[in-house]
């Protein structure tokens, strides 16, 4: 399948879970199709690019090892994502990584995550954190700097800085998460 094949066959893809994970196995069972998955992702200003950031979500969500021949793109690439519909799933992407990285459990992440992709994963949801996004993104942007702060020193002030200066102005769900978070830092 070419790039612009698989663009036209992530037009069936919607919102259900069912569809999202066809196509994720669908790329899972054809490793040659991640790259050509993440050219359309990057395609930041095409409406299509959400379509296949949720895909690759749910790819990384089914089995994230599959994205370890990709992380140099991905992290490279992650700050020019914008459409709402595209960011979210990125920004779980990325919570993914550092969930996996700080993981009792052996995995290849650990060996392959290396500082420069931790960089750009820092920049990236320090970004989202400041920037007009809706609350899903914030929130695993959150849980991913609070995971990274665990090696970064300088991450864990930063992030308690933002939280409490936007705390009053946010949602809710944003305010729930950011006590949670604001607690575990403070530990």
């Known amino acids: 399948m070419t790039t612009k094949e698989l663009y036209e066959e992530l037009n069936y893809v919607n919102h259900s879970r069912e569809k999202r994970l066809y196509y994720a196995n669908l790329v899972i069972n054809n490793p040659d199709l991640i790259p050509k998955l993440l050219d359309v992702l990057f395609m930041v200003d095409d409406k299509i690019s959400c379509r296949a950031a949720w895909v690759f979500e749910f790819m990384c969500g089914e089995n994230l090892e599959t994205c370890i021949p990709y992380l140099d793109e991905f992290t490279e ?27 009792k459990n052996d995995n290849k992440i650990k060996s392959v995550l290396l500082p420069k992709h931790k960089e750009k994963i820092i920049e990236a949801c320090f970004d989202w954190m400041i920037n007009d996004e809706k609350i899903a993104p914030k929130a695993y942007a959150m849980n991913t700097l609070f995971l990274l702060g665990k090696e970064n020193d300088w991450i864990h002030p930063e992030l308690a800085m933002i939280l409490e200066r936007d705390y009053q102005m946010q949602s809710s769900g944003f305010k729930a998460r950011a006590r949670h978070i604001l607690k575990k830092i403070k530990r």
Not at 89 to 103: D, G, N, Q
């Open 77 to 103: 690439t992650i700050h020019k994502v914008h459409l709402d519909s595209a960011v979210r799933p990125v920004a779980k992407v990325c919570e993914y990584l550092a969930k996996a990285y700080y993981s």
